[in-house]
């Protein structure tokens, strides 16, 4: 079910997302181009497929949906952006294919990701794009600043490099992750929720239990990968993390105990979500790719 899903869903958002680089003038080109690039060379949509899973969860349709798995998209590929840069990560490889600051310049990619997190706020107070009322599209807004903010992914990988070469534990090695990368996952599904106009406060209470579930599985899986894969699957550097002596949940852990822990999080993440009964099926299919991906 899930490659079937997650083709109508990468179709969908992509549609929505190619109508949003057009260059306003010829002095703005290589921006918009870099822009482009940076959102439109692949990847699983994993954040837009779980936007337009919670959103049918409780009811409602994709085409409510498409506004908010845009802006996530946006956000998550500005994050990809400025992670690669050398000042962060210091990358050269994402999804097989030169990063943004090798493709272009430095500067070109810093302005890149700066004008793709403008736009997922542009997108979400749309309208046009984002067809909820004016409450809920301000509720929205609030939601994404504060999953991609210092309170979640900022501060995340603020938390994340200031933790190189330290030894944490567990709970240190998950409030960093709930930050860096389980915040917008949590974010994806409460937004999907919103999206849906049928959101309860015990809804979205489920979704949440689900959504910490799933973020921390994602990492996790990020982590064995990371450990098992090759560059080549990857389409990133395979062992970037060990070679910058960053914390891992293998390293931490152990490999199979890391494995475990991964399967764990998603039975979690599926009995979260049972009361949805059958409108939760691509949620819980979700869960299930999430821990079985190899790249």
Request: glycine residues 8%; contains cysteine; proline residues 4%.
């Given at each position: ?32 181009d ?8 692949g990847g ?6 779980l ?28 994050s ?21 600051h ?10 890149a ?15 046009l ?6 409450e ?5 807004v ?6 991609a903010?210092p ?12 933790s ?14 709930r930050?860096?990368t389980g915040a917008?996952?949590?974010g994806?599904v409460?937004?999907g929720?919103?999206a849906?106009g ?6 979205l209470?489920?979704?949440n239990v ?6 921390l ?10 450990v098992?894969s ?10 970037a993390?060990?070679a ?13 105990e890391a494995?475990?822990y ?21 949620l819980?299919a979700l869960?299930?790719y ?6």
């Amino acid at each position: 079910m899930i490659k079937a899903y997650q083709a109508h869903c990468q179709a969908r958002v992509d549609d929505a997302l190619k109508s949003l680089f057009d260059s306003p003038a010829p002095d703005l080109a290589r921006l918009h181009d870099a822009m482009r690039y940076s959102v439109m060379n692949g990847g699983k949509r994993v954040r837009p497929l779980l936007v337009y899973g919670a959103c049918e969860a409780l009811g409602g349709v994709a085409e409510q949906a498409d506004g908010a798995a845009s802006a996530v998209e946006l956000i998550h590929a500005y994050s990809l952006v400025h992670d690669d840069l050398p000042a962060m990560d210091d990358d050269d490889l994402r999804r097989g294919q030169p990063t943004t600051h090798k493709a272009f310049d430095e500067a070109t990619a810093i302005l890149a990701g700066d004008g793709l997190q403008a736009l997922a706020f542009a997108v979400l107070a749309d309208p046009l794009r984002n067809p909820q009322s004016a409450e809920t599209r301000l509720e929205m807004v609030r939601c994404l600043a504060h999953a991609a903010g210092p309170a979640g992914m900022v501060g995340g990988q603020a938390i994340d490099l200031g933790s190189v070469a330290r030894r944490l534990d567990q709970h240190a090695l998950e409030r960093m992750h709930r930050h860096k990368t389980g915040a917008l996952i949590e974010g994806s599904v409460r937004l999907g929720a919103l999206a849906s106009g049928r959101a309860t406060t015990a809804d979205l209470a489920d979704l949440n239990v689900y959504a910490q579930a799933v973020g921390l599985a994602f990492q996790v899986q990020d982590d064995i990968i990371d450990v098992e894969s090759d560059t080549e699957t990857l389409g990133k550097r395979q062992g970037a993390d060990v070679a910058r002596d960053k914390p891992t949940y293998p390293a931490l852990l152990g490999l199979s105990e890391a494995k475990a822990y991964a399967l764990e999080l998603r039975d979690q993440a599926i009995t979260a979500v049972e009361r949805f009964g059958h409108a939760a099926e691509p949620l819980r299919a979700l869960a299930r790719y999430i821990v079985e991906r190899r790249h």
